[in-house]
């Protein structure tokens, strides 16, 4: 089963907990049924003001998420993952000399592939050798242009 969403993440003080109306989690699973990111993005940040906790959100959502998990997994996928990341990557200092002469580092394939993971969809496919799985796609960038390229990275869970 995929890792539960970014926005179910965070705490909520007893004080407000107390203070919860249910009417933001009906809105959730309503927008959660209907894949409405505009209804689910300001039921979200409503449920965040009201001070539910993601053990809350999800013990909520449960239900509905059981008619489609797939879709539902998709759907607060592709709204909370950030389709695109940049990052600068720098060799350590530290590291022995031969680590500095080779053209792709230990550190900098490292470094490529969690960035290139961290946007990656979670969600699992019927077929995951399919044609249509995700795939993510990275440019290695340095002071003399592009270094290095790699394309259609798939998770084959």
């Not at 004080?15 to 989690?25: E, Y």
């Not at 909370?80 to 600068?88: D, E, I, L, N, S």
């Not at 590291?95 to 592939?113: A, I, K, N, R």
């Amino acid at each position: 089963q995929p890792s539960r969403p970014s926005c179910f993440h965070g705490e909520a003080s007893p004080r407000r907990a107390r203070a919860m109306s249910s009417d933001v989690l009906a809105d959730l699973r309503s927008a959660l049924r209907a894949r409405d990111e505009e209804k689910w993005l300001a039921a979200v940040g409503r449920a965040a003001e009201e001070g539910y906790n993601g053990e809350q959100i999800a013990e909520a959502l449960e239900e509905t998420i059981k008619e489609n998990p797939v879709a539902c997994y998709r759907f607060m996928e592709d709204t909370h993952r950030p389709p695109q990341a940049m990052a600068v990557l720098h060799m350590p200092a530290d590291g022995e000399e031969w680590e500095h002469q080779v053209h792709y580092s230990d550190t900098l394939f490292q470094g490529v592939l969690d960035k290139v993971w961290s946007v990656y969809p979670r969600v699992p496919h019927e077929d995951p050798w399919a044609d249509g799985v995700d795939k993510a796609h990275c440019e290695v960038i340095s002071s003399n242009g592009v270094t290095m390229k790699v394309t259609g990275l798939a998770s084959r869970f």
